[in-house]
């Protein structure tokens, strides 16, 4: 299954996270990790006396369910120190299924398409950086949403693998 996860981190070396998460993800049971975005610094989507955040996204191919690829996500956010301190607020590492294939999923433990994919810059340019022409179900299609999401406050970094 062509999956794709976004990640974003504001604590502990953000940038150095997203780097060994992508390695943890490219090591995941039942899974390859197939291509990744660059590097995205933002500032604070909510409470803003928090550090900036970087972001990424990354496709992989799996057979593992959403809920499993779900708990698997969650333990390595545990395996990087996560903790959740307050609601929106800062984090070592935050690991979201977007898409899974074009699946949709709504029930207590997963939303899929991720909720915020298409209104957050962070999100949605990394994914088209990957993606452009696919079709996020009951949205439409990646760059064509990038169209009516303002990106002036994300700044794209080096690519660095
Ligand atoms: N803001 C940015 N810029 N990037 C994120 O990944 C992010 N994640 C979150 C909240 C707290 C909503 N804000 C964010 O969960």
């Given at each position: 299954?062509?999956?794709?996860?976004?990640?974003g981190?504001?604590?502990?070396?953000?940038?150095?996270?997203?780097?060994?998460?992508?390695?943890?993800?490219?090591?995941?049971?039942?899974?390859?990790?197939?291509?990744?975005?660059?590097?995205?610094?933002?500032?604070?989507?909510?409470?803003?006396?928090?550090?900036?955040?970087?972001?990424?996204?990354?496709?992989?191919?799996?057979?593992?369910?959403?809920?499993?690829?779900?708990?698997?996500?969650?333990?390595?956010?545990?395996?990087?120190?996560?903790?959740?301190?307050?609601?929106?607020?800062?984090?070592?590492?935050?690991?979201?299924i977007?898409?899974?294939?074009?699946?949709?999923?709504?029930?207590?433990?997963?939303?899929?398409?991720?909720?915020?994919?298409?209104?957050?810059?962070?999100?949605?340019?990394?994914?088209?950086?990957?993606?452009?022409?696919?079709?996020?179900?009951?949205?439409?299609?990646?760059?064509?949403?990038?169209?009516?999401?303002?990106?002036?406050?994300?700044?794209?970094?080096?690519?660095?693998?």
């Amino acid at each position: 299954m062509r999956v794709f996860i976004g990640l974003g981190s504001n604590l502990d070396d953000p940038a150095a996270q997203l780097e060994s998460a992508l390695q943890a993800l490219d090591a995941l049971t039942e899974s390859q990790l197939i291509q990744r975005s660059s590097l995205y610094k933002s500032p604070p989507m909510g409470p803003q006396d928090q550090p900036d955040y970087i972001n990424a996204v990354a496709e992989i191919d799996t057979t593992l369910s959403a809920h499993e690829l779900l708990a698997q996500l969650q333990a390595l956010e545990l395996a990087h120190g996560r903790t959740r301190r307050r609601h929106w607020g800062e984090r070592t590492l935050d690991l979201d299924i977007l898409l899974y294939e074009q699946l949709q999923i709504a029930d207590e433990t997963l939303t899929i398409p991720h909720t915020g994919i298409a209104v957050r810059p962070f999100v949605l340019y990394p994914l088209a950086e990957l993606a452009p022409n696919l079709c996020v179900p009951g949205r439409g299609n990646i760059a064509e949403l990038c169209l009516q999401c303002p990106a002036d406050q994300l700044e794209k970094m080096e690519k660095t693998l």
